[in-house]
């Protein structure tokens, strides 16, 4: 028999990929009684798989409605880039010596060179693996696995869930912002390499146009 920690953890996998692939649109309800007969497994794995994917903000239960997968909002879409710019710019500015040696600034370096190959490429799963990789040189030398774990459920609610194809456009706005983060630490700046992440890379008044468009929201809507 399968133990029922692993058999949930399977469950989860299995849903989050269906919603990420857009399978499981968002707005549809998830029929736990169904499923659980489709699956062939009990309803208990599959209630707590939903419970951890509950708490990571990918769907909602809801009184007498079941459970249903979460559409983001802007005013969402703004509290978590709010979120993430001060997380990171803070750890930013917290690890700065360590982050300014010569390995760290050469696997960002590397890093962005290799995101801007996939991105030509359009390797988009790379792409955005790589990206992730940037961002943990820095997250990483924290060793505060809680703030990734705050982290990288909001990264992938904002960008992979589901997965759209990606806006070149809007990408080469943020490897530009990673050169200019990667200058800063050079420069020895430890304020101006955490404003980068705050309010450049983060910036939801600098993102917002391409998040309306990403997402086909009405530009009137907040």
Not at 17 to 32: D, F, L, P
Not at 177 to 199: L, Q, T, W
Request: with cysteine.
């Amino acid at each position: 028999m399968i133990p029922l920690a692993s058999l949930r953890e399977q469950i989860y996998l299995y849903l989050r990929g269906e919603i990420q692939q857009g399978k499981i649109e968002a707005g549809a309800s998830i029929n736990i009684d169904k499923m659980s007969r489709e699956l062939g497994i009990s309803k208990t794995p599959l209630k707590e798989a939903i419970i951890k994917l509950e708490c990571e903000g990918f769907v909602n239960f809801l009184p007498r409605r079941g459970v249903q997968v979460r559409e983001l909002s802007l005013q969402e879409l703004k509290n978590y880039y709010e979120i993430i710019g001060y997380l990171e710019s803070s750890v930013v500015f917290a690890v700065f010596d360590k982050l300014s040696q010569a390995a760290c600034r050469k696997r960002l370096k590397q890093s962005n060179a290799e995101q801007r190959k996939a991105l030509k490429q359009k390797d988009y799963n790379r792409y955005y693996h790589l990206n992730l990789e940037f961002h943990d040189v820095f997250l990483n030398l924290s060793g505060n696995q809680t703030l990734h774990e705050l982290v990288a459920p909001l990264k992938q609610r904002l960008y992979d869930f589901p997965r759209k194809a990606y806006w070149e456009e809007w990408e080469e706005v943020n490897l530009q912002e990673h050169r200019k983060f990667i200058d800063a630490i050079e420069a020895g700046d430890p304020s101006g390499a955490a404003a980068v992440i705050r309010d450049e890379h983060w910036s939801w008044q600098k993102h917002k146009p391409y998040f309306i468009k990403f997402y086909k929201f009405d530009k009137h809507e907040e």
